[in-house]
């Protein structure tokens, strides 16, 4: 048997200032209906991406689309510096959605020794 293809890609930039959350979430998905594996790290501003509570009136809502992300299986975590850093990860009613994996960036090299595909964002 065939073992599935990964993807991972790396987020910089916060939601709704650029169109990177909204790219890395069609790649992701894409790849995720393609069969792969998908890996999703969210460095600096992008640890704002799987807040949950937003509510954009002009823009899709990232937080949502992130969501069926982890559904269909993705494995997203969140630098948990870059998120401590813009007062994330020491809330103790986490701020971020079900599924989301506070982690650090040495999980970076890991992934892309591992991966088929990497892609920077941000």
């Not at 065939?2 to 990177?20: C, M, N, V």
């Not at 209906?33 to 460095?43: A, D, E, K, R, W």
């Not at 892309?112 to 595909?117: A, V």
Request: hydrophobic share 35%; aromatic share 10%.
């Amino acid at each position: 048997m065939k073992e599935k293809k990964t993807l991972t890609l790396i987020l910089t930039e916060g939601p709704y200032r650029s169109q990177y959350a909204n790219i890395a979430y069609e790649l992701a998905n894409s790849a995720l209906n393609n069969g792969y594996n998908v890996n999703i790290f969210l460095y600096m501003d992008a640890t704002h991406i799987p807040r949950r509570g937003q509510n954009p009136h002009s823009f899709p809502n990232v937080g949502h689309q992130y969501k069926k992300l982890i559904k269909k299986g993705a494995d997203i975590r969140v630098c948990i510096r870059c998120a401590t850093a813009r007062g994330h990860a020491c809330d103790p009613h986490s701020p971020y959605m079900k599924g989301i994996k506070i982690s650090t960036v040495y999980d970076i090299p890991e992934w892309i020794s591992k991966s088929d595909k990497v892609i920077s964002l941000g």
